[in-house]
C-alpha cells in the first residue's frame, strides 16, 4: 500500500433518498441535530453564485499535498453527477487550487453538485458567476503545482472537520456542514423534525408570541446576579 500517493476508486455510498431529503433542509438545523460540532468553520465561504439554495451530494475526498493540485484533478476525472469533491490542504493558503478552466470542467460537463477547498481559488470573475456551488477559503492569482504526492477517497480533515469517502455534504449560504454515511437515517429524522419547530418559532418570534421564560430560568440556575442599577466604573 503507497499511504499518502494512492487513489481508492471505489467509496461506500450513502442511501441517495437520504441525499435527497437533506437537500431540502437548512444546514444549521441538521448541525444542530449532530451536538452542533460538525459544521465547517467560517474560512470555507460560497464563492459562486447557485441557483439551488442547497448543495447536497456524496463526498468524494481528495487529500491534497499543501498548494498542489495534482489529485484533485484525478478525481475530477472519476467524479459523477451527485458527488462533492471536498479538498484537504493542510490550512495552505498561498497558492490558488482551483481556476475557470477546473471549474468550467466540473460544472459544464461533470455536473457533479459542488466543491469544498480548504484553500484558495483564482480565476474568480468566472467563478463568482458559475452556479455550481463552490466555497474555498478566499482568492489568488498564484497557482498550484502538479506534482503530488496525495490520496484521493481516503479520510481528510477540512474547515476543522473530518470527512469520510461516501458522507453527505450539505452546504447552503451559511456554510458547509458534513452528514457522517452510517448515521444519516437516523439524523435526517430528527433534522425534519427540529426544521418544522424551527419554522414556527421563527415565526411566533416576529410576533413576540414565543416562551422567553427559559432566559430567565437559566439565569437562575447559572447564579446569573441581577442588578437593578447602571454600572459604576
Ligand atoms: O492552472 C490551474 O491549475 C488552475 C487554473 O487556473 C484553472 O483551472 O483555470
Ligand atoms: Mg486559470
Known amino acids: 500500500m ?22 431540502h433542509l437548512p444546514a444549521a438545523n441538521v448541525a444542530d441535530c449532530m ?69 468550467n470542467y466540473l460544472q459544464g460537463f461533470k455536473k457533479i453538485a459542488g466543491i469544498v477547498i480548504d484553500g484558495p481559488v483564482r480565476d474568480i470573475d468566472v467563478i463568482a458567476q458559475g452556479t455550481m456551488p463552490l466555497y474555498a477559503t478566499g482568492t489568488t492569482p498564484a497557482g498550484p503545482y502538479k506534482e503530488g504526492p496525495g490520496e484521493v477517497n481516503v479520510p481528510i480533515s477540512c474547515g476543522g472537520v473530518s470527512i469520510h469517502p461516501g458522507d453527505i455534504i450539505l452546504g447552503d449560504k451559511d456554510g ?25 418559532k421563527a415565526e411566533n418570534s416576529a410576533k413576540g408570541t414565543v416562551n422567553r421564560q427559559w432566559v430567565e430560568d437559566l439565569m437562575e440556575k447559572k447564579e446569573v446576579e441581577i442588578i437593578d442599577d447602571v454600572y459604576r466604573g
Do not use: W
Open 176 to 200: 458547509v456542514i458534513v452528514i457522517p454515511r452510517q448515521d444519516a437515517g437516523e439524523i435526517l429524522e430528527k433534522a425534519k423534525k427540529l426544521s418544522q419547530n424551527d419554522k414556527a
Open 35 to 103: 451536538g452542533r460540532s460538525c459544521g465547517m468553520n467560517p474560512q470555507i465561504k460560497l464563492m459562486s453564485n447557485p441557483e439551488k439554495r442547497q448543495m447536497c451530494g456524496v463526498a468524494l475526498t481528495v487529500k491534497a499535498r499543501p498548494g498542489d493540485n495534482m489529485m484533485l484533478h484525478k478525481a475530477m476525472n472519476i467524479s459523477q453527477p451527485g458527488d462533492v469533491i471536498v479538498v484537504s490542504n493542510e490550512g495552505e493558503r498561498n497558492r490558488a487550487i482551483m481556476g475557470e478552466i477546473m471549474f
Open 2 to 23: 503507497s499511504v499518502g500517493n494512492r487513489v481508492y476508486l471505489k467509496r461506500n455510498l450513502p442511501d441517495m433518498k437520504l441525499v435527497e431529503e437533506f437537500s
